[in-house]
Structure formats: C-alpha cells, structure tokens
C-alpha cells in the first residue's frame, strides 16, 4: 500500500529524482540558474534522501549496469532483436504512442497491487518471464531469480532453457513458479518433464509456440552456450546418450536436432492427457488464434512476439492486445509480455485488458547487475512505479483500471 503522505513525498522528490534516467538530459542544463538569476535550491531533508549517482533508480539504470558487467556477446544475446529490430523497438515505441488521460480530484489516498494469475494469490501483477540461459548472466541464475520472485509474493516463470534443472530451481525457493515448455522430439523425454514438474510443485505449463530465431548479433558474435553449460541443459531435460567427451560441434549438433518445431494444435490434447495442470500459450497476436487456443482448452493466453527475438516487423504486443483481449471474452487470462519498462507501461497494459504482464529484459539486466538483489530490486522500482501511477490515475486496486485512462489517438 502507498498512502497519501508517500506520495506527496514522492511528488516533491520527483524533480530531483528524474534526472537520473533521463536520456535527453544535457548536462549544461543541470548548471542553469533558475528565473532572475537566482540557483535552485533544494530542502536539505530531500538533498540528504537523493540516491547516489550509482544507485539504479530505473530499468536503464541496470541496463547500463548489465552492458558494463557482462561480455559484449553475452549482453548482446540478451539486448538484441531479430534481423533489422523493428518489432524490438516498436515494443517500447508503442507504450510512449499510447496517453494516460487520469481524472483528477479523485480521492484516493492508498492502492492495492494484489491480484491472483491463474487462481494463484501474487502481491503485484508483474510476473517474471521464462528467460534462457541465466547462469550466463549470474552464477546463481534462475536460483536467484526463484528467490527474488519469492520475496516479492510473485510467479517466477521457469523456462526450459534456464541452465538449471526444474528440481534445482524447485529447491531454491518455495514461490509459486510456471514451467516454460519447449517440445523435445522424444515424446518420453517431453512426458517426463511434464511429469517432473508437475510432482516439483510448478503451478502451471506454459508452451511457447513462436518458434526460430534470425538474430544479426549473434551471428556476428558467434554465440552460443558455453560447451559445458549446454551438456548440463541436455542433462537437465532428460536427453539420454549425453556423453562427456562430445566436442562443442557434437553438442550443438545433438541440440539442433533434439527439439520439436513442428507441432500443432493437438500438442495440447497431448498435454491435457498427460497433466491436470493449468495450461498456457505464449506467442499469440492474432485473434484466430486466440480463439482456437480457447478451444484447445487451455487457461492464459500470453500476448508475445517473443520480445523482438523471433521474426521481425510482427506488431507491438500492447497494439495486438486490445484485440486479443477482445476475442477470448473473458473464457482465459490474457497476460502480456514485450517493452515493459516503465510502471505507466504496466498500468497501459493493465487498462486494456491484460490479467497481467511479465518481463523479461529488465529483471535479465538486474540479475546481471546484482543476482538476487538486482532482480529484486527491478521488481521493487516497477512495483513503487506502479502503485504511483495507480493512486496518480484514480485506482484503488489493479483490479479497477478502466479502459477509459488510456487515449489512444
């Protein structure tokens, strides 16, 4: 909860504050006197509150955290987007396109961020995404990151690429946590996995169903997990045969081939057979598609172009949205991933329909910056943003945003 003497602290910290992550600010302009001559001052309780230069107060400040810690290829893996990132940028792009228009004078002097996903109690409607290869980032990984959506009452969305094993990540922290599924070609393999997350206490199955990558970056890099790190991901999915003496071409070799790219809609008769887990689809933006998956059966639809990774110029996912929330009526949870940056992003989202949204980038960089902390802490300032966006536009809760706060022309 934010009660109203936060906020109006906040709104008298909010000028000294705002600077810090700016992108246009020119120095010079930090040197200017005021009106007549006369220097800006500041109360001496706000100078003495004013973070650190060093301190993040914003998803850029451990962005430029994570560039300066990580190897260029590494952070580049994480950053970039598919091909010329026109579907990257306009994922950001969209949500500055999109205006708050609030009502004033309405009398709200606290809100609440509690809200349930899928039938399951989180204290904010940010959830953390399935992001691959987190060892990469922090030797704790997706350890840390189980931890640090524990501590901040969130779901942690696990995904099958993260470099730990479901158990070991089951074991770190005891939050609620969906399991991210990509489709081995062995079905036993894909069964057990199934099986092993559903007895590790995984709340629900997400498939991510937008497949292939076409990343300049890392072609020009010539990335790829390191050799034994991608040995310990075949291990933890359940691939037999794995053998120690492969060299890094046996390795890739074996993983190019291990995975499934060619299911269809039946995988979800599939899966329904096989768990009483909720089941949920990542990689929707149109609305055919949206029904179909409502008729497959499944519980949560995530509106996702895969954050700009997969096939470029596809739309912003805040654009789809509206759209996609439009043909469920109201028969699945629509959550929502891609450019979320910003707690007014969050809200937008919010608005138009969403259950709630997930990240992916902002808690990467945190991880990268300062494991546990970081990640944390990206949930923290998202979450401060958000409650003072919500008491800023009139809502007592997340669950009353209406439609109407957002102008979209």
């Known amino acids: 909860m934010m009660n109203r003497r ?28 005021a009106a007549g001559g006369a220097e800006p001052s500041l109360d001496s309780s706000l100078t003495s509150a004013t973070p650190a230069a060093t301190e993040p107060v914003c998803i850029a400040d451990f962005r430029a955290l994570a560039k300066a810690k ?38 709200v002097s606290a809100t609440s961020l509690k809200t349930t996903v899928l039938g399951q109690s989180v204290d904010l409607p940010i959830l953390l995404a399935p992001v691959a290869a987190q060892r990469m980032y922090h030797p704790q990984g997706a350890l840390a990151a189980a931890r640090a959506a524990r501590g901040m009452g969130t779901v942690f969305g696990v995904s099958s690429s ?24 062995d079905r036993t393999v894909a069964e057990r996995l ?14 991510t169903v937008d497949l292939g990558e076409w990343k300049d970056a890392d072609r020009r890099n010539r990335f790829m997990l390191p050799r034994e790190m991608l040995l310990k991901h075949l291990r933890d ?43 949920v689809i990542k990689g929707v933006l149109r609305e055919d ?13 995530v509106v996702s172009n895969h954050g700009g990774r997969r096939l470029d110029t596809m739309p912003a996912t805040i654009d789809r949205l509206p759209h ?62 958000l409650e003072n966006v919500l008491i800023a536009c009139g809502c007592r809760s997340v669950g009353e945003v209406p439609a109407s706060l957002v102008l979209k022309s």
């Open 324 to 385: 996609i929330v439009a043909a469920v009526e109201g028969k699945a949870e629509v959550f929502l991933d891609g450019g979320i940056r910003r707690g007014t992003d969050v809200l937008k989202a919010l608005a138009l329909g969403a259950r709630a949204v997930l990240i992916g980038r902002p808690y990467a960089y945190g991880l990268a910056a300062d494991g546990e902390a970081g990640v944390k802490r990206v949930l923290e300032l998202l979450r401060d943003e």
């Open 6 to 33: 936060t906020f109006g602290h906040l709104l008298a910290a909010g000028t000294a504050l705002a600077a810090s992550c700016s992108t246009t600010t020119d120095a010079a302009d930090d040197k200017r006197p």
């Open 289 to 301: 598609d949206a029904r179909r998956a409502i008729d497959a059966g499944v519980n949560g639809i």
């Open 162 to 185: 993260a470099t730990n094993s479901i158990e070991e990540v089951a074991a770190a922290a005891d939050g609620p946590k969906w399991y991210q599924l990509y489709m081995p070609k």
């Open 70 to 107: 990580l190897p260029r290829p590494t952070f580049e893996f994480v950053e970039t987007g598919s091909a010329d990132e026109v579907t990257l940028r306009e994922n950001t792009a969209a949500y500055a396109r999109l205006k708050l228009l609030p009502p004033v004078l309405s009398g």
């Open 237 to 279: 999915i359940g691939f037999a045969g794995v053998r120690d003496g492969w060299t890094e071409a046996d390795v890739v070799k074996f993983n190019a081939s291990a995975w499934d790219l060619t299911f269809s809609w039946e995988i979800f008769d599939w899966l329904r057979s096989r768990t009483k887990l909720p089941l």
């Open 194 to 207: 199934v099986a092993r997350a559903e007895a590790a206490g995984y709340k629900a199955l997400v498939l």
